[in-house]
């Protein structure tokens, strides 16, 4: 059966789609009456209070009629921001050479928490250049993932 958060994004891309935006990611975190459910949007122009108010409108509107989740949870529509956390390995392919934040389900290599530069993407792995040795991951190892924005 697949992650609520895997049937939550299949339900909601095609309206944020609609409204001219990437849906970057679904994630819910379970909480019991606080758990929250957070739907990261993008667009090339940037993303707008105003903006995530009128995906907000729209995804409430499926989630009263589909009611995928059971419990009560508060809804959040945001921009990824600048550390916007990765769900998939394609997403990793525009940042190149950026640094990002990565734990994985289990140690690889004796890493399990680790920060390293996105080298390469290869179908569902993510390779990544952590003090100076390379690491390649599968998607399905990475827990969590985020950008790290760099300031020069």
Request: net charge negative; with cysteine.
């Amino acid at each position: 059966m697949a992650r609520v958060e895997d049937r939550l994004f299949e339900m909601l891309e095609p309206a944020v789609a609609a409204l001219d935006f990437t849906l970057w990611g679904v994630e819910f975190v379970r909480a019991g009456k606080h758990s929250t459910l957070r739907v990261y949007i993008d667009h090339a122009d940037g993303v707008s209070v105003d903006n995530c108010a009128a995906v907000s409108h729209q995804v409430s509107a499926i989630l009263d009629v589909e009611d995928p989740i059971s419990t009560e949870y508060f809804l959040e529509v945001s921009s990824p921001g600048m550390e916007r956390p990765f769900f998939n390995a394609s997403q990793y392919a525009g940042y190149l050479g950026e640094t990002a934040a990565v734990e994985l389900t289990v140690a690889q290599q004796g890493k399990r928490k680790f920060k390293g530069v996105i080298a390469a993407v290869d179908g569902d792995y993510v390779e990544f250049n952590v003090d100076g040795e390379a690491l390649k991951v599968a998607q399905s190892s990475i827990k969590k993932a985020h950008l790290v924005p760099q300031f020069n």
